[in-house]
């Protein structure tokens, strides 16, 4: 299944006043986050520990919520959700919904039944398993959750122009290997060799 889509863009606190209180604040954080959290780490572990990373993610924000100013919590927690998954050593990925995504936004125009949709998805996901890890990352965070340029810059920890770069390039090297890769998978079964993902 689809993770839900992003739930919010902001950081913005609930009537009530509840901003006042530590736990009226995570309430709200949790609330406006803890959907696109999850989906985040979803994509990265799978559903089995998914929920395990939405619990240390919110705990770390509850442990540092004196030092977390407002405005700043969306990148904040994504940048713990990456870090955490990254200590957990996990390889696995759940890609259904950009290769949904990507398939939608390219070639749309000339896919007129459902042999040529399974055909063009098939062909997004051959071309995702040939890139790194690292143009995976990029292009899913640019795709997936809505983030800004900036709030993706900072929750993958690196300055907004690298974040440019390295996702000017890893689109450059999807647009190559999809344009290399067979349309057909009967034409050529073999797996694509992986590439060295942006440095």
């Known amino acids: 299944m689809s993770p839900p889509p992003p739930t919010s863009t902001g950081d913005e606190p609930s009537c009530g006043g ?9 309430t709200d954080l949790f609330r406006a986050h803890a959907d696109d959290i999850h989906a985040y780490a979803r994509w990265r572990v799978g559903d089995g520990e998914a929920g395990d990373v939405v619990g240390e993610v919110f705990l770390a924000a509850w442990r540092s919520l004196d030092s977390l100013r407002p405005g700043e919590e969306r990148p904040w927690l994504f940048g713990t959700a990456r870090r955490i998954v990254l200590a957990r ?13 990507l398939t939608a936004t390219r070639d749309s125009a000339v896919v007129d039944g459902m042999a040529e949709q399974v055909v063009l998805t098939d062909r997004v996901r051959r071309v995702l398993d040939s890139l790194s890890e690292a143009d995976r990352e990029l292009l899913i965070t640019a795709s997936w959750f809505d983030l800004s340029p900036a709030e993706a810059a900072k929750a993958l920890g690196v300055s907004r122009p690298t974040y440019a770069v390295r996702l000017h390039r890893a689109r450059s090297r999807f647009r190559a290997a999809f344009h290399r890769l067979p349309a057909d998978r009967r034409a050529d079964t073999r797996p694509m060799p992986v590439r060295e993902g942006a440095r």
């Open 18 to 26: 509840a901003m006042h209180s530590p736990s009226g604040r995570m």
């Open 89 to 101: 050593r996990r390889q696995s990925l759940a890609r259904s919904a950009l290769t949904s995504r």
